[in-house]
């Protein structure tokens, strides 16, 4: 058991398991640095002379709403890896913006904020680098950072305009193709799933829908919204029907409702022929 909190770097470490309950093992310390080993993919705890828990709901919102992707605009880099036998593990750390402790980077004598608002999702690297120098890096341009990596991912193909509807319905079935083929492999209704529930197959089923299939159902939705004259009535009410089901999806992958809409296979069928 660490003597010495961690002072206020928090690492939390995305890794391959999604849990309730988790253990706090430590592989390093250094003044400013404390590493747990064994966390869950979306919910996270750190070591500060005891365990401490961020809520599931704040840390998957802020995987999701980050994409998966370090929120530094000069990164951006991936943060899930797959290895060569299949199996996966995530890169992302939820670095707290203000720190736990006062006398952490960019810290101050206001009670610990462990919510979304006070994290970011960053590399290992960045990280490293934010705690490292906190004057470079203060609790504005953090914000701002968080804040522009999420506008950006809830804008992209909001102005992406097609005058062809051939050319849409190419790059529209292309989304819903990437999607269907990970629903396929790793969703909760695969062969894999229902023949081995105890597989480690939902980890990466849980890291698809939030670099993946979520941010693939934005896109849509945004070209939809940004070609509206080059659709028929049915079409649009079809589009509809698609958006109450992505944006129900989204919410229920956050946090589990009791049920909502699945995806419309008519719409596929009218775009894609599939």
């Given amino acids: 058991m660490l003597r010495n909190p961690c002072l206020g770097c928090a690492t939390f470490r995305f890794v391959t398991r999604l849990a309730k309950q988790v253990s706090c093992q430590v592989l390093t310390h250094s003044r400013n640095v404390?590493?747990?080993?064994?966390?869950?993919?979306?919910s996270a705890?750190?070591?500060?002379?005891?365990?401490?828990?961020?809520?599931?709901?704040?840390?998957?919102?802020?995987?999701?709403?980050?994409a998966g992707h370090c929120s530094n605009p000069d990164c951006f880099i991936e943060l899930t890896q797959k290895l060569n036998d299949g199996d996966a593990f995530?890169?992302?750390?939820?670095?707290?913006?203000?720190?736990?402790?006062?006398?952490?980077?960019?810290?101050?004598?206001?009670?610990?904020?462990?919510?979304?608002?006070?994290?970011?999702?960053?590399?290992?690297t960045c990280h490293t680098r934010v705690?490292?120098?906190?004057?470079?890096?203060?609790?504005s341009l953090l914000h701002k950072w968080k804040l522009d990596h999420e506008v950006r991912i809830i804008n992209i193909f909001k102005e992406k305009?097609?005058?062809?509807?051939?050319?849409?319905?190419?790059?529209?079935?292309?989304?819903?193709?990437?999607?269907?083929?990970?629903?396929?492999?790793?969703?909760?209704?695969?062969?894999v799933a229902k023949?081995?529930?105890?597989?480690s197959l939902h980890k990466l089923w849980v890291m698809r829908k939030f670099d993946t299939?979520?941010?693939?159902?934005?896109?849509?939705?945004?070209?939809?919204?940004?070609?509206?004259n080059i659709f028929n009535e049915g079409q649009w009410k079809l589009f509809q029907d698609f958006k109450l089901h992505a944006t129900s999806f989204e919410e229920n992958s956050y946090e589990r409702i009791e049920s909502y809409p699945r995806f419309p296979l008519n719409f596929s069928l009218e775009f894609c022929n599939a």
């Fill in 34 to 42: 404390g590493t747990p080993r064994s966390l869950s993919a979306i």
């Fill in 45 to 66: 705890t750190i070591c500060y002379n005891l365990v401490m828990t961020i809520s599931e709901k704040d840390s998957k919102i802020l995987w999701g709403r980050a």
């Fill in 90 to 124: 995530n890169l992302g750390e939820m670095a707290h913006i203000i720190a736990r402790n006062s006398d952490g980077p960019r810290g101050n004598d206001l009670p610990e904020d462990n919510s979304y608002a006070n994290l970011i999702l960053l590399c290992p």
């Fill in 131 to 139: 705690d490292k120098a906190p004057l470079e890096y203060p609790v």
């Fill in 161 to 191: 305009i097609y005058t062809d509807l051939i050319l849409f319905k190419r790059d529209l079935c292309d989304l819903l193709y990437e999607n269907k083929q990970i629903w396929m492999q790793f969703g909760p209704e695969s062969v």
């Fill in 195 to 199: 023949s081995d529930p105890n597989s």
């Fill in 213 to 228: 299939i979520i941010p693939n159902n934005r896109k849509i939705i945004n070209i939809f919204e940004a070609n509206r």
